[in-house]
């Protein structure tokens, strides 16, 4: 029988009296510990952890680490996640001493280089996004979203306008209408078009001089270039409201078409996606936001300044919303954005988005006959695909496609979002990826349409695991292992 | 071409197989010309590896690493120790380039690693249940606030110590403005240098939704919890509190004293002090509240066949479910910190945290006993309360900024100082002992600060 222990919880894995890690002796004068800490403070026991020698710990993560599939190992097409190769030098370089070990509260002479990095990704994030004020604070792409939305309100409030709405598409991710919430906005809901658009009209009823905000995505969660833009940024502010790009999708327009020039006033960045920061299993991402000139004042404290001989943290800013969070942001992520940034260059970020677009569309096109794409052709970094019609046909559903697709070792596209297309399954295959790996993905795809349903009910096959009971863990929750 | 595959051949080929001749017809198909770009981005050349590595290490040069120096700097990011399997374990790239597990099938790894991250953090608080993690403590703190409103349904006031760490308290101010509600801050002792009880209590009224305190507080001392969270349960509000992990190793956990949310900055565990970020939000609650927790949460169930494996569950509290209704905006968490705060508390097992404690304890205890009337009195510490690894000491002289400079210069980060958020304690700077401080480094600091020349101007600090 094959030895699997080492997958076990680390909790099967203890015995008393194993250990880890071993600290040095206490090297000064003797206390009775009752002299330093009150006995009524502290605990009675020892914490509850597992005792686990540091063998046990290096197989159990090593060998649990390969139950993952991952941009290392795998095809990983998942979108709107943008998950493309993470470069290894990046995190050589982010791991340097000089860029790791920076107390956030050490002084400004003592990391000038840090401060000098960030002022030129502010910068360079400014011009990418054809925007004036660039804040690197939020910690997460929903975190840029909220404080954006509190900058908007910020701003309003001090031209003495109350405004309580904030308007986003019905495909828009779901933290556009939890971020205006949050904010304390108002949410509603505007229509789109069947190929994926803004709907112009259900837009113009909905905009009033109550509307502070309005969120788009694009290219959208479709794929595609809203052709509307420029309309749809004049109606905006015709009614005195400002627009919102959520930059989600910007891997397909970076040195193409800047945000601020089709009309947007604000916008938030996901490095970790754009720009190669790894995801890590679940973050940590950034979420740095870019603003036009008139904003600016009222975005997050502290921003890097510079007066031509040395950098400082500008904290005196008093229209500023505050903090949104600890410190100075993600820096460790940022570091890797500014090195992905500083890699390409100007036109090599638009080569960059040009050979994600190529690779979407390439496979788009061998894709198409197969699974219908609602939206047309063409598309930019990704395109949704629908197994509606082999779902009708012979009961096969995206997530069987899906999770079939794990068994010829690809990961799966993010099926069921947008919430606007049934039976979606929506690809992006990003620019780090070879036509070959793109053929044998067609080529998956098609060989699972011809397997009979049931194997594929029942798919995967050749994982660790079968499809969980979801459904058990939502009605007996079990989310800690018990003592 | 970087990171890119596709040669020249291979775009020639796909563009066939599209059916356009070019990639610029391609692009005219796709973005109106309104909305284009003419021009290249005004951004600096392309560089090869070897011209990035020279170019970044010219840059680190110009900072001064914590590590090249002893550090007795705080006050929310901790130099505690890494064991070096912390960094070889989460910097495999099944952990490192993989994402949120959505196919649970093939993200056991991940999974596994959030439910064994989520029990730790139970034990460690005594809560019922732990999240896969938030961003950082402070907006922690933060979304532990939003919870309280929700879950009392009072919508009126937060109370929170003055002591609690002063972003973090920031940091929850720019939330609540925009909600309207009310926060109100409740001043520290001057001698204790904690939050009275009865200050609390005073606070209180029939709206608050939460009382926030923190443990160790920003100044290390203990507040009096078990007294405090009586106090908030007596007007009806929620007890919050923010603590510091590595103290749990010796400190009673807060489900002993009260608490019904708990949060921390995870940074110390394990995760490098990185300028401040990416660091790990934790958070933990008793189960009454667990419908109301943000963010992502792992749990166990069985597959097809019955075997043991894990899922995201309670979905139905989140963004790409209840949209404007969730319980939160919060989608990308921090992952690979929990992961690596998972690695680190499994080598440390309960002996390794409860001797890190101790030692923090100790050697911060030694150093406080040392400065207090240094340098002929010059040096004193202001507040009584008992300590765990940071305490405030108060520079006769008045003049901390050139003190903290000219003890820069000699290759020392002696410590924060308390001007920039308490007016009143300009004079006070925050020492930070952990358990990498040697008896040499803090006899070293003692010795240069009491030697350190009154007077220098703050022009030193520039």
Redesign the interface.
Known sequence: MRNTRA?S???ELSAPG???????P????Y?A?D????AE???DA???????A?GD??R???C??????????HF?P?GS?T?????K?N???AS????????????E??????L??LFELQQ?LA??A?LEAVSLQP?????G??AAL?TA?AYFRDRGEHRTKVLAPDSA???N????????FD?VTVRSTPDGYVDLEDLKAKLDDQSAVFMITNPSTLGM?E?N??PIADMVHAAGGLLYLDGANMNA??????PG??GADMMHYNP?KTF?G?????????GPIAVRGMLGPYL?APVVAFDGVRYRLDYDRPKS?????????????LVRAY?Y????????????S??A???A??LL??LKHIFPVPQGD???HEFVATASKIKAERGISAMDI??RL?DYGF??P?VY?PITVKESMMIEPT?????ETLDAFAEALFRITEEPADLLH?A?HS????????V???RQ?????P? | MSYLFNTPDDQRAMLEAIGVGSMAELFAQLVPDEARLHRDLDIPHAMSELEMTGHMQALAAKNTACSSRPCFLGAGSYDHFIPAAVDALAGRGEFFTSYTPYQPEVSQGNLTVTFEYQTYITRLTGMDVANASLYDGATAATEAAMMSLEATGRRGRIVVAGTVHPEYRQTLQTYLNCLGVELVTVGYNETSGTVLPADIAAACNDQTACVLVQQPNFFGSLEEVEAIGRAAHEAGAMFVVSVDPISLGILKKPSEYGADVVTAEGQSLGNPLHYGGPYLGIIACKQEFVRRMPGRIAGQTVDRRGKRCWVLTLQTREQHIRREKATSNICTNQGLFALRATIYLSLLGPHGLRETAELCARKAHYARTLLNGAGGARFTVPFSAPTFKEFVVRDGAGTVEALLADAEQEGYFAGVSLGRWYPELADCFLVCVTEKRTRAEIDGLVGELTSSPVGLTAELTK
């Not at chain 1, 020892?46 to 686990?52: F, N, S």
């Not at chain 1, 002479?109 to 840090?114: L, R, V």
């Not at chain 1, 910690?139 to 975190?143: D, K, Q, S, Y």
């Not at chain 1, 790894?278 to 950034?286: E, I, L, Q």
Request: with cysteine; aromatic share 6%.
């Open positions: 997958l919880p680390i909790f194993r250990r880890g890690a071993t600290l040095p206490s090297d000064v004068p206390a510990l002299e330093i800490l009150p403070a502290r605990a020892l914490p509850d952890l597992p005792e686990v540091e710990v290096v159990h993560y090593t649990i680490s390969q139950l993952n599939m991952s941009v290392d190992t990983y998942l996640c998950m493309k190769y993470n470069p030098r995190e050589r370089l340097l001493p000089g860029m790791l070990d920076l107390h956030p509260y050490q002084s002479a003592s990391h000038q280089g840090m000098q990095l360079m011009e990418i054809g910690a997460a792409g929903a975190h979203e909220l509190m309100a991710h779901g933290t209408p939890a971020s205006a919430a949050v904010a304390g949410a270039f052709r833009i420029k327009i970076l040195g193409i078409a800047r020039d089709f970790h190669s790894p995801h890590g299993g679940g973050g940590p991402g950034a997050p919303i505050g903090r949104v969070r600890s410190f100075f942001g993600n820096v460790g992520v090195c940034i500083r890699t390409y260059g100007g036109k090599g970020l638009r080569e960059v040009e050979n677009v190529l690779n569309n390439y096109s061998k063409r598309c930019m899906a999770k794990l990961h799966a993010t979002f620019e780090t990826e070879s036509k029942e995967p994982t660790g695991i079968s499809r969980p009971d979801e058990k863990a939502a929750p079990q989310t800690s292992w003592k």
